[in-house]
Structures are given as structure tokens and as C-alpha cells.
């Protein structure tokens, strides 16, 4: 990997298809894997290990909290989650800029760095960062930081997969917003029924 | 581009996002009720080294290859400001980044022993690793923009 880094001329480089012709014309093989695969696998399994960690965590949670009692063992589970979770997160970040450093070596420019997709996809990896340190520093309350890491991490897939999704960055950003809020009261109405039945 | 300037680019980042992600974890352990003090000292030191080498790597970059390669093409461009403006603005805070991570570091040894009973001295650690998280995120955030910039 190290040799086919090194012998890769970026200034011819542009994008999946002409690195990959690039590697052939110049007879270059690559014995493991080459960095664009990596950075996509790393960022799959980030953002799969985020969306699950962040599902498995609201159901955890809801499960642990039925007899509003958090015994040694839930809380084990849930701290175990929360490492996933940020573990993913992590993955995500890093693979995610693995590519703006393919995107920037390749001199792509605005069309790829400026992207409305991209751009509301890189907000909302900050939200999930901010969201986890203001439910730590207690500024938000459970209630509102769960639905909002939630459906962060859903749409911060959605935006990485559904690559022909052509809408402005505002578009975005508000349905983004009302499925928040849409999460934020069905979360509430589970809550509020598990605990009729508890009761 | 050579590839040892390739290489210094991609460390200069991805040592950054390493730093970013250390002073996270700094911070959210700050925040708990009982401080790991051994996680505390181990993640101020790893984002305080990752830090400097991100500095160097990237320090390396934009004095020999950046001014003279990259900046006239930005100039050139739709978009100046994002040399103009941002470089320079994250030129100047990435400048103290690791002056502030290094304070967080020494405190993670010098005032270990008072970090349980001062709930004071816990939170205004954690509000400065916080500081140097969110700073570094800005400086992130502004590399983006500026390599978006690049387009011959």
C-alpha cells in the first residue's frame, strides 16, 4: 500500500475510475487494498456501527428504564453501546477524511468539496459530536439528545448512500429538523406508554 | 506534489482528527463524576503529541509547498476568501492549539491529587478541553473549505 502510495503521480489523479486506469497504465499492483476501498470499508462499517450503536442504545435504554430502575448489568450494556458507538463515530470521521484527502489530491475543487449533500452531511456529524458532549455537560436533556443522535446518525447515512439525491442544502437541513422533532415525540409517546404499563 | 509532501498533507490531517478525538475523550471524561485520572493523563499526552506533529507535518507543507502552489491557484479562483480569510484565520488559531492542549496536559499531572474534591478546577479543565475540541473542529472545518478551493 505504502509503495503504490508512493509511486501514485497526484496530479493525474482524478477520481475512482481514472486512479483506478491510472494504477493499470502504470503496471502498478496493489498487494492489499487500495486507499479508496479502505476509507469506503472503514466508513461503511463506521456508519454502521453508529446507526446501530445509536438504535441499540434508545432501545436499551427505553428497556433498561421500563421498571425505572438502571440495575449494574443495563448500564454495563449501555456503556458497552456508548464505546460502539463512539467507536463508529471515530471510523466514520477518520475514513471521512481519508477521502477529502483523495478529493484534495486530486484537485477536485468545488464541486465535491461545496456540495449541498456533503455540506449537510458534515453538519450533521458535528451535531452528533456536539449532541453527545451537551447531553454529558447536561445543557440538553436525554429526551431531546436522544431523538437528535438518533436520526443524525440515520441521515448522515442516508446523505452518504443516496449519492443522485439532488436538494439544496436548506431542503435538507429542515427535513432533517422535522424528523428530529418527529423522533422526538414518538420516543416520548413509547416512554410515556411504558410507563402506563409499568404503572 | 511529491510524495513526501503527500504524505505530510495526509499526516497533517489525519494526526488532527487523532488530536480532535483525544481531546473529545479528555473532555467527556472530565465531565463524569469520578475522573479516570489514568485515561485523563494518557489522552492529554496522545492529543498533545498529535497536535505537535500535526503542526510540523502541516508547518512542513505550507512553507514549501503551499505559498507557491496551491495559494496562487486559490487566488485565481471563485473563491480568494478561502485563502484570504480562512487560511488565515485558521493559520492564526491552529498557531496556539497546541499551547492550549499542552496546559491541559500538565494539569493532567500538576493537579491531579485536587481534581476529586475541587469540582471547580474539573469543570474549568473540561471547559478547556473543550476549547481546544471545538477550536480544533473550527480548524478542521476550515480545511475543508480551503482544500475545496482547489481546482485547476
Not at chain 1, 85 to 102: A, C, E, H, K, M
Request: aromatic content about 18%; cysteine-free.
Amino acid at each position: 500500500m505504502y509503495r503504490t502510495f508512493k509511486s501514485l503521480n497526484f496530479k493525474k489523479f482524478d477520481f475512482y475510475t481514472e486512479y483506478h486506469l491510472y494504477l493499470h497504465e502504470k503496471n502498478i499492483k496493489i498487494k492489499i487494498m487500495d486507499f479508496y476501498t479502505l476509507f469506503k470499508i472503514s466508513h461503511i462499517i463506521g456508519t454502521v456501527l453508529g446507526a446501530g450503536g445509536a438504535t441499540f442504545a434508545e432501545v436499551l435504554s427505553y428497556q433498561a428504564l421500563k421498571d425505572k430502575q438502571v440495575t449494574e448489568e443495563e448500564s454495563n450494556v449501555l456503556k458497552i453501546t456508548f464505546f460502539i458507538l463512539r467507536i463508529g463515530l471515530f471510523l466514520t470521521v477518520i475514513s471521512g477524511f481519508g477521502f477529502l484527502i483523495l478529493w484534495r489530491l486530486g484537485n477536485f475543487g468545488p464541486e465535491y468539496f461545496y456540495n449541498e449533500r456533503f455540506l449537510s452531511k458534515m453538519l450533521i456529524v458535528a451535531i452528533i459530536m456536539l449532541n453527545a458532549l451537551a447531553m454529558q455537560f447536561k445543557i440538553i436533556p436525554t429526551s431531546i439528545g436522544s431523538p437528535i443522535s438518533l436520526i443524525s446518525w440515520y441521515s448522515a447515512l442516508i446523505l452518504g448512500s443516496w449519492r443522485s439525491l439532488n436538494v439544496s442544502f436548506s431542503t435538507i437541513i429542515l427535513s432533517y429538523i422535522v424528523m428530529v422533532i418527529v423522533a422526538y415525540y414518538f420516543l416520548n409517546f413509547i416512554k410515556n406508554k411504558n410507563n402506563k404499563i409499568s404503572t | 506534489m511529491s510524495s513526501l509532501l503527500v504524505f505530510f498533507l495526509s499526516s497533517h490531517i489525519f494526526l488532527g482528527i487523532i488530536a480532535i478525538a483525544f481531546f473529545y475523550s479528555v473532555t467527556m471524561n472530565l465531565l463524569k463524576r469520578e475522573v479516570n485520572l489514568f485515561s485523563f493523563k494518557r489522552n492529554s499526552f496522545g492529543g498533545l503529541l498529535a497536535f505537535i506533529l500535526s503542526w510540523l507535518t502541516g508547518g512542513y507543507y505550507y512553507v514549501f509547498y503551499y505559498g507557491d502552489n496551491v495559494k496562487p491557484i486559490i487566488k485565481q479562483g471563485l473563491y480568494p476568501w478561502a485563502h484570504n480569510f480562512i487560511m488565515e484565520l485558521k493559520e492564526h488559531i491552529f498557531l496556539y492549539l497546541p499551547f492550549l492542549a499542552f496546559i491541559v496536559f500538565i494539569a493532567s499531572y500538576s493537579m491531579q491529587d485536587k481534581l476529586k474534591e475541587n469540582e471547580n478546577l474539573r469543570k474549568s479543565l473540561a471547559m478547556l478541553s473543550l476549547t481546544v475540541f471545538i477550536l480544533g473542529l473550527l480548524v478542521a472545518f476550515m480545511g475543508i473549505v480551503i482544500s475545496g478551493a482547489v481546482k485547476r
